[in-house]
């Protein structure tokens, strides 16, 4: 399906939740990542999806904030070598995003906490 482009008035905010959270795996990646922790192979396992596109949404999900690995990005070793990070989804940080996303979508005025008359 073709990308559309965004409305000019839809907040950058809300662009960039739905971007990272409006793909199917890396909305599954943070449902199989809710429960438990898991490493990038499980990640693949559990998707069907290859390791460099999992590593590739979990970054995309990291800038977000939305996962947090148990080994801080300065401290990994490039291309996955050396111990396996485990990944766990930020709950409060997805209610977060949620919201933002519910808010938007309800006509909340992110700015101000106002409702729009619809």
Request: charged share 25%; aromatic share 2%.
């Amino acid at each position: 399906m073709p990308s559309l482009p965004a409305p000019p008035d839809m907040p950058t905010e809300v662009k960039i939740i739905i971007e990272a959270i409006g793909h199917s795996v890396r909305t599954e990646i943070l449902r199989q990542l809710a429960d438990r922790s898991l490493g990038v192979r499980e990640l693949a396992d559990a998707t069907g999806t290859v390791v460099s596109q999992i590593r590739k949404h979990l970054a995309i999900l990291e800038e977000l904030g939305l996962v947090v690995a148990d080994v801080p990005p300065g401290q990994r070793r490039p291309g996955g070598r050396g111990r396996a990070v485990q990944w766990s989804t930020n709950r409060k940080r997805a209610e977060e995003v949620g919201q933002i996303w519910i808010d938007y979508v309800t006509g909340r005025d992110l700015a101000s906490g106002d409702v729009t008359d619809k």
